[in-house]
């Protein structure tokens, strides 16, 4: 298996400067915007939401590359997917980040997304990493608020 802590820094690197899916969604269905005061990360995220599944996803935003990078990660994993996917894979990134991932040996793997379980050794990261999750959360409840992680 490879080094998680090389292969973390060598993705957040990489997505940080080359974000995926960085730009502003034409026809997108739904938007939702995120704010982390801790660390001024600011997120909007683009959602085309049809026939139950994410068909296509896109952000925008400022932050650290964290934020950056679990954002670009998170908009890769989640194309295709349904609501209650996204909010299931949603659950098992917080259980990532905060070190009690997999609670069960059937959690289905989250793929490269577990190289960023090496947050967990760093809470005041958490909201960075968690911040592209919630606000893709309220997105799909269609709250239209801007979320903030405080
Ligand atoms: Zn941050």
């Excluded at 993705?11 to 026809?27: C, M, Q, Y």
């Excluded at 069960?104 to 967990?120: H, I, M, T, W």
């Excluded at 958490?126 to 999750?133: M, Y």
């Excluded at 959360?137 to 269609?142: I, K, N, P, V």
Aim: aromatic share 8%.
């Amino acid at each position: 298996m490879a080094d998680l802590r090389d292969l973390y820094q060598e993705l957040v690197i990489d997505h940080s400067k080359r974000p995926r899916n960085f730009h502003k969604l034409e026809g997108a269905n739904i938007t939702a915007q995120g704010y982390n005061p801790l660390c001024g990360d600011r997120v909007t995220i683009y959602l085309k939401f049809e026939n139950g599944r994410v068909q296509d996803i896109a952000f925008e935003g400022t932050g650290c590359a964290i934020s950056t990078a679990s954002t670009s990660m998170m908009t890769e994993a989640m194309k295709g997917k349904t609501k209650e996917e996204a909010e299931a894979a949603f659950e098992r990134f917080h259980d990532l980040v905060t070190g009690v991932y997999p609670r069960q040996a059937s959690d289905p793997p989250l793929g490269k997304l577990e190289v960023f379980c090496n947050v967990s050794d760093y809470p005041v990261r958490v909201k960075c990493a968690t911040l592209a999750w919630h606000t893709l959360r309220s997105a799909l409840e269609g709250t239209g608020d801007t979320i903030s992680t405080e």
